[in-house]
Antibody, heavy 118, light 107 residues
Framework: EVQLVESGGRLVQPGGSLRLSCAASGFTVSSNYMSWVRQAPGKGLEWVSVVYSGGSTYYADSVKGRFTISRDNSKNTLYLQMNSLRGEDTAMYYC????????????WGQGTLVTVSS | SYELTQPLSVSVALGQTATITCGGNNIGYKSVHWYQQKPGQAPVLVIYRDSNRPSGIPERFSGSNSGNTATLTISRAQAGDEADYYCQVWDSSTSYVFGTGTQVTVL
């Protein structure tokens, strides 16, 4: 059974840093396109970043230069390093699996909440 | 950057048909996917590649895509269909793009 379990979200001050994790089971992270998608309170879905199976990474303009996506193949885990956090980064962060570059998200985690506030 | 526009809300009577639109420039040339999100839950894929249903999604959910508009149709609407619905495409300049989202209310 495919499972994605996010962790690491918490309250952090503006300008601070945070690392989110997404532990995967039932499939191999490195063989898939893995993304982070976020949702601010009461707002819609916003794609944040993707790491392709080949290792290439891409980011939304809103986080480029501040966030870094990575994976640990030995732990089958996806990460999102978030630096220089701002109030507008407050959101539920979901990891999602795009099956071999299909372009849609077949599987989602339950999310981890990041709150940026002083 | 590519943008997708959805109506803010759609209301449908119990047992009737709801139609949710997703507008984008020449969206008919792209593959459109749809997600259902209930309060406090993660999104769930209900339609992929314009009109295909994943395993476990009722036949009441269908999709189409042509010109500048993609459409998600919910037939014989049930109370359990109340949710937010998002369309999504992949664009070469902006990667994954989500629509603005539509809240569906079953009356």
């Amino acid at each position: 059974e495919v499972q994605l379990v996010e962790s690491g979200g918490r309250l952090v001050q503006p300008g601070g840093s945070l690392r989110l994790s997404c532990a995967a089971s039932g499939f191999t992270v490195s063989s898939n396109y893995m993304s982070w998608v976020r949702q601010a309170p009461g707002k819609g879905l916003e794609w944040v970043s993707v790491v392709y199976s080949g290792g290439s990474t891409y980011y939304a303009d809103s986080v480029k230069g501040r966030f870094t996506i990575s994976r640990d193949n030995s732990k089958n885990t996806l990460y999102l390093q978030m630096n220089s956090l701002r109030g507008e980064d407050t959101a539920m962060y979901y990891c999602a699996r795009d099956l071999y570059g299909s372009s849609w998200f077949a599987y989602w985690g339950q999310g981890t909440l990041v709150t940026v506030s002083s | 950057s590519y943008e997708l526009t959805q109506p803010l809300s759609v209301s449908v009577a119990l047992g009737q048909t709801a139609t949710i639109t997703c507008g984008g420039n020449n969206i008919g040339y792209k593959s459109v996917h749809w997600y259902q999100q209930k309060p406090g839950q993660a999104p769930v894929l209900v339609i992929y590649r314009d009109s295909n249903r994943p395993s476990g999604i009722p036949e009441r959910f269908s999709g189409s895509n042509s010109g500048n508009t993609a459409t998600l149709t919910i037939s014989r609407a049930q109370a359990g269909d109340e949710a937010d619905y998002y369309c999504q495409v992949w664009d070469s300049s902006t990667s994954y793009v989500f629509g603005t989202g539509t809240q569906v209310t079953v009356l």
